[in-house]
Nanobody
Framework: QVQLVESGGDLVQPGGSLRLSCAASGSISSDAHMGWYRQVPGKQRELVAV??????DYADSVKGRFTISRDNAKNTLYLRMNSLKPDDTAVYYCNVVVTIGHTEYDYWGQGTQVTVSS
């Protein structure tokens, strides 16, 4: 069983920065697929950034502004967000995919609110 707890969400002005953290408990391999997603009311949850096997990928809307990273020793995933825009306002969720044998298990955190507004 894996539990994910996000933190770091806040109210920030346009152009500001935040760092989100996702602390994971349970057994997660160092190359497990982990990612950040976000959702606004009335819209589908969308991918923001993923990291797996050392590779990173980003949504076009955040490329050059957001950076995903992980600290395997601390079992923690991060999302550094710079040059924030009002359109970045959303609840941000941490995700990890754990593969056991031929079965993939999807785990989600409870979300952390990011609000970008002046």
């Amino acid at each position: 069983q894996v539990q994910l707890v996000e933190s770091g969400g806040d109210l920030v002005q346009p152009g500001g920065s935040l760092r989100l953290s996702c602390a994971a408990s349970g057994s997660i391999s160092s190359d497990a697929h982990m990612g950040w997603y976000r959702q606004v009311p009335g819209k589908q949850r969308e991918l923001v950034a993923v990291i797996a096997n050392g590779s990173r990928d980003y949504a076009d809307s955040v490329k050059g502004r957001f950076t995903i990273s992980r600290d395997n020793a601390k079992n923690t995933l991060y999302l550094r967000m710079n040059s924030l825009k009002p359109d970045d306002t959303a609840v941000y969720y941490c995700n990890v995919v754990v593969t056991i044998g031929h079965t993939e298990y999807d785990y989600w955190g409870q979300g952390t609110q990011v609000t970008v507004s002046s």
